[in-house]
């Protein structure tokens, strides 16, 4: 692997914003929005219910990451990395469950203290494990177990793929 250099470490050290606005556009349903066609930010505000202003940043934001695209007349549109964000596809499923469930992300949070103490971060931010934590939140035990059947399917897709590159290269 190779060494990181300052400039990259910074980008790194900020990617958590852009992983907090994908999970705001999961969350709201963007894509699915999108799905019909470019809209403007006012008409995705209606349509999700959210305060036109702030959703107009998050998108103009998320254009400029390549998740979405703004059109010269201020509408907006999918991406393929949009499109994946649409139910169903795995990504959003994956986004709102498994890589950003609220309780994990504040985990992560406290991860120099966990580092510090010797205690698992998970416990720290949210007083109990992980485990437990599921079992008294139905909501979050069903979004991990739809993030873990994307991401499952997506490994499994992934080896077919893999498997019959492979096979193709021994059979005539």
């Known amino acids: ?58 998108l103009r934001a998320l254009s400029s990451e390549g998740v979405f695209r703004e059109t010269e007349d201020g509408r907006f549109g999918l991406t393929p990395a949009g499109e994946s964000l649409v139910s169903g596809e795995g990504a959003r499923e994956m986004v709102l469950g498994w890589s950003l469930l609220p309780a994990t992300y504040a985990a992560f949070g406290m991860l120099a203290d966990s580092v510090r103490l010797g205690q698992p971060a998970f416990e720290l931010a949210n007083g109990q494990n992980f485990h437990a934590y599921l079992a008294a939140h139905a909501d979050a035990a069903r979004a991990y177990d739809a993030a873990t059947g994307s991401t499952v399917d997506a490994l499994i897709s992934r080896r077919q793929h893999t498997t019959s590159a492979v096979s193709g290269l021994w059979s005539t």
């Open 1 to 58: 692997m190779s060494e990181m250099d300052t400039s990259e470490l910074l980008k790194a050290a900020g990617r958590y914003r852009l992983s907090q606005a994908i999970y705001a556009a999961a969350s709201l349903g963007i894509a699915d929005e999108l799905q019909g066609g470019e809209r403007t930010a006012e008409e995705l505000a209606a349509a999700v219910g959210a305060h036109q202003p702030h959703l107009r940043r998050l």
